[in-house]
């Protein structure tokens, strides 16, 4: 099966210009989740999405961060405007039930 | 939410011997526990999970058991060899909070 697919891989911006990141989760998992992993540390939480509906974004810092998930598929997540400690990779991740399935992530540099 | 701790934050081994990694989480109804491996610019994989009507299981020479009252499970990995190098992360069930990780060092 096709895994977890996240785009871009790689992304370097200035601090306060805006960033989105791409998901598109394994063809028929309802849970999409996406992480915040620092140089590190393990993978924070930012939001889980079960189809469309947000289960959790109580670690999502909601004054810089959005994320969405119209169709109940594909995921966005937004940083406006982003901070020099938002560098990090940005982890998505999909299931059904369990376990997780990982992305390959996409590395955010803000300068 | 779930709060999961993950001891110790970095372990180093010879190769042959055994490495044990532990977690303590803080919610009674998780009822899932997961370990990944995370090698270096590479995605976090499964290596091995058990839920909680079990108290032991194996994989070959990785092993996780669970102690439901006392709240914490392990990972156990015996016969170490140099590319179980990497860093191991814990879980715990439905929020699915990850803990801190642990990295392994098995030296040759």
């Known amino acids: 099966e096709a895994g977890v697919a996240q785009s871009p891989r790689y992304k370097i911006i200035e601090k306060r210009q805006s960033v989105a990141f791409w998901c598109n989760p394994i063809?028929?998992?309802?849970?999409l989740y996406w992480y915040q992993q620092i140089l590190g540390q393990g993978p924070k939480l930012l939001i889980q999405f079960q189809n469309n509906g947000v289960v959790d974004d109580s670690q999502l810092p909601k004054d810089r961060f959005s994320a969405e998930r119209l169709k109940g598929v594909d995921s966005t997540l937004k940083i406006q405007p982003a901070k020099l400690e938002d560098s990090a990779v940005y982890l998505c991740?999909?299931?059904?039930?369990?376990?997780?399935?990982f992305g390959n992530g996409t590395r955010l540099t803000v300068t | 939410g779930e709060n999961v701790e993950q001891h110790p934050s970095t372990l180093s081994v010879q190769e042959g011997d055994s490495a044990v990694i532990k977690c303590t989480y803080s919610?009674?109804?998780?009822?899932?526990f997961p370990w990944y491996k995370q090698e270096l610019g590479k995605r976090p994989q499964l290596i091995i999970d058990i839920r909680s009507n079990v108290g032991e299981k194996k994989d070959q020479r990785i092993a996780v058991t669970l102690n439901k009252t006392a709240k914490h499970f392990s990972l156990h990995i015996t016969e170490t060899q140099p590319e179980d190098s990497a860093v191991y992360f814990c879980?715990?069930?439905?929020?699915?909070?990850f803990g801190a990780g642990t990295r392994l060092t098995v030296k040759p």
């Open positions: 879980a715990a069930s439905n929020d699915m909070r």
């Open positions: 063809s028929g998992h309802a849970t």
């Open positions: 919610d009674s109804a998780s009822n899932y």
């Open positions: 991740a999909s299931s059904l039930g369990q376990p997780l399935h």
